[in-house]
């Protein structure tokens, strides 16, 4: 295959999509692509997963074959590819004989970049589409949602299994297997399945900054999603439910409250649920009320808010489903209700009959999801963690890091909690143990409890905080519980301890802060051009009948409103236009922007639109090579040892430590392989709780001597990335 150089793969890029820089490890992907060679990428949902093939699609001759498991997603994908003037196409059971007749017609005249395929259209016992597919001459394999192929996976789809031909057929036709969940079996899996075992894996960060997520007991669940969506009418979202029923009970609501709902599972007609999806696609509807049987692969780039009305039955799972908010990189929210109910509703799903080894792995990723909802952390930290992925302890953007934080004593309120454990004989879960303290007439308490010491001893706190102190308890391991349906709370050593007097039991309380993420102070522009933006895109994806993000996504949109360009020059620095959409969509959007400017006196800012590379780096620059800090970091980038550098430069260790803290905000030195991961959270954490204005001396009193001076000033400068 041909050599790219960087400089015309970027061309390509601002050409044919409109953006100038490549994203997470897009670049690497398509050159490992090019090259000729086998790709499985991971990358977080909305991370540009569908550029690491289309853009090669554009490069390589001849066309691109792309195996994807929905009808809705190939129509989707196929719809922005011909909005940005390229040639593609599906084949799948939508269409007529004529229509699929006309698509292979126009694919073996070379008429066709890129060909969306269903799994099932290639069987492994048939030679006809594999002979359809040699006479193409195929130059690349894009293998969509790759997890599907994987058992170990969250939504295995056995048509899958028989993609390894395409490999078997084709040896020397590159493969790009792309995921944006995968956990390392499953990886694995992927690998093998798809028999490309020499593939180059490429792992992207998978955090997403824009999305806020909060966790919410589940309690006047309905009240509270109403609340919400009330004050984000204009938004749209998606509300996960568990049940069917559940999806037509709370649409019914929100549509009574005038909001514009549907809900959306696999019991509807195959014509219902399109109809339903497309309305959502082009804002007609506004929320969508689903079970998990909606989303896979949806591209809608404008989704606010994703809120779970009952708990995922996988950390995957709800990765995945929470990504599909702002796709557009705005600032979006994930909210899920949880109750500990869900979880024991779930376990009996997770039991495949006949298949112990599959039920292990799936009651094992229902604890973690468990783990996730009870913990006492930060929600961005357990994901990116359970994906491999160190990060920090405090993002500033999920519902433990936005609460204010403060260390009580915690003991008395515990050994309440543990004497009634012991008096009911350790037999009854958090829910009981709750309603004993604070003296229910609940039916379902036993005579005899009530006529315990601890019958009511513990009505002076609401359940909300005896349920927070239960799941902290638990989540630090100063109680037990059994592995059973009834989850019945167990005391152990730690426990016993505390119940005897002989520990104090300390915890850091958090106090709960509203939903304020989506605010978009960041973003200054006029209302009614942004109003007139809206409208004149619009009417151009009513015209060519596809979803108005299609046309061009929010984001760009945001930025024509913030920057007012007022030429076809300065408006190919938008992002998002490339020549295409420039030429086809140009004129329409400036027409606007350049009567609104006149009518209301507004300068153009396009002398402030700054590229993305170039404004990433908020923090302060390290210092320029040649001088002391430089000569500690080029030793540490050869890869000497913090004490190997001091003994060589005659300096302390601190002043190497202090010379290496300069450049962990640029991220030119990995924080995690100065100080463990451990001890970068505890730091984390006795800064948000001593205060911002606490001073290293304050921090090294508080944390002992377990932890240099060194190690904290480290995790400052880290900590400064973060707030």
């Known amino acids: 295959m041909a050599n790219y150089s960087k400089e015309r793969l970027h061309q390509a890029l601002k050409h044919f999509f409109g953006y100038d820089n490549f994203r997470l490890d897009q670049l690497s992907v398509i050159e490992t692509v090019l090259a000729g060679k086998d790709v499985m990428g991971i990358m977080p949902t909305g991370g540009g997963k569908s550029i690491c093939y289309q853009l090669p699609a554009m490069l390589l001759p001849g066309i691109t074959i792309v195996v994807s498991p929905l009808i809705a997603l190939m129509k989707d994908q196929v719809d922005s590819l011909l909005a940005n003037g390229i040639h593609a196409a599906f084949l799948n059971s939508s269409q007529s004989a004529d229509e699929q007749r006309e698509v292979i017609m126009q694919a073996q005249l070379g008429n066709i970049k890129l060909l969306y395929i269903a799994p099932e ?6 030679s006809a589409f594999i002979d359809f597919l040699r006479r193409l001459n195929p130059s690349l394999f894009a293998i969509d949602e790759a997890h599907c192929i994987s058992s170990w996976g969250h939504d295995f789809r056995p048509e899958y299994l028989k993609l390894a031909i395409l490999k078997q057929c084709f040896p020397t036709t590159p493969v790009i297997a792309l995921t944006a969940s995968a956990d390392k ?7 093998r399945k798809l028999d490309i075992p020499t593939a180059k894996v490429y792992i992207s960060s998978f955090n997403r900054p824009n999305i806020s997520y909060y966790i919410r007991p589940k309690q006047n669940t309905m009240a509270r999603i109403a609340e919400y969506i009330m004050k984000h009418k204009n938004d749209c979202g998606i509300i996960y439910t568990l049940s069917r029923s559940s999806t037509e009970e709370i649409a019914g609501k929100l549509h009574a409250m005038g909001v514009k709902t549907a809900y959306y599972h696999a019991g509807l007609e195959a014509t219902e649920r399109s109809r339903v999806q497309e309305a959502f696609q082009k804002d007609d509807i506004k929320v969508i009320v689903a079970t998990i049987a909606f989303g896979m692969g949806i591209d809608k780039s404008n989704v606010r808010f994703v809120i779970h009305h009952d708990v995922p039955k996988n950390i995957e799972g709800y990765y995945q489903e929470t990504g599909r908010a702002g796709r557009d990189g705005l ?3 994930a909210i899920l209700f949880y109750s500990r109910g869900d979880i024991m509703k779930l376990k009996k799903f997770a039991v495949v009959e006949g298949n112990a080894e599959q039920t292990a792995v799936s009651m094992n990723k229902l604890k973690k999801i468990e783990q996730f909802c009870e913990s006492d952390t930060c929600r961005r930290q357990y994901l990116m963690q359970y994906f491999g992925e160190p990060f920090p302890a405090y993002c500033g953007s999920c519902d433990y890091c936005l609460s204010s934080l403060e260390e009580r004593d915690a003991t008395v309120d515990a050994q309440k909690f543990l004497s009634a454990i012991v008096r009911t004989g350790e037999r009854y879960g958090v829910g009981y143990i709750i309603d004993i303290l604070r003296g229910s007439n609940n039916e379902k308490i036993q005579p005899a409890h009530k006529q315990l010491k601890t019958y009511g001893v513990g009505k002076d706190l609401k359940r909300e905080e005896w349920q927070w102190l239960a799941q ?5 391991g100063y109680m037990d519980r059994a592995e059973d349906q009834y989850a019945a709370l167990l005391l152990n050593d730690k426990s016993k301890a505390i119940l005897k007097g ?6 850091v309380m958090q106090k709960e802060q509203k939903i304020s993420a989506m605010e978009e102070d960041e973003y200054s522009y006029d209302e009614q051009l942004m109003k007139e ?7 151009m994806a009513d015209r060519e009948h596809v979803p108005a993000y299609n046309i061009v996504p929010d984001n760009t949109l945001v930025e024509l409103a913030m920057y007012l360009p007022q030429s076809f020059d300065d408006m190919k620095q938008i992002a998002g236009i490339g020549d295409y959409k420039l030429g086809k969509y140009g004129g329409a959007f400036l027409a606007v922007i350049q009567r609104i400017t006149n009518e209301k006196h507004l300068e153009s800012r396009m002398h402030l639109k700054v590229p993305k590379t170039a404004k990433k780096s908020t923090t302060e620059k390290a210092p320029a090579t040649g001088n002391t800090f430089a000569t500690t970091l080029n030793m540490y980038k050869q890869g000497l040892g913090m004490e190997e550098i001091a003994q060589q430069r005659s300096l302390s260790l ?7 803290a300069k450049y962990v905000p640029t991220g030119e030195v990995d924080i995690f392989k100065l100080v463990s991961p451990y001890k970068v959270d505890k730091i984390i954490a006795t800064i948000r709780i001593a205060g911002a204005t606490a001073g290293l001396r304050d921090l090294k009193e508080r944390l002992g001597d377990d932890y240099s001076y060194g190690e904290i000033r480290l995790v400052m400068e880290y900590n400064k990335v973060f707030k």
């Open 121 to 126: 259209r290639i069987p492994a016992n048939s």
């Open 185 to 191: 079996l499953t990886q694995d899996d992927i690998v």
């Open 472 to 476: 902290q308890m638990l989540s630090n």
């Open 533 to 539: 933006l809206k409208s004149v895109r619009h009417e």
């Open 654 to 660: 601190s002043t190497v430590e202090g010379h290496l």
């Open 331 to 333: 600032k979006s929210d």
């Open 502 to 507: 002989e520990t104090k039991l300390m915890l």
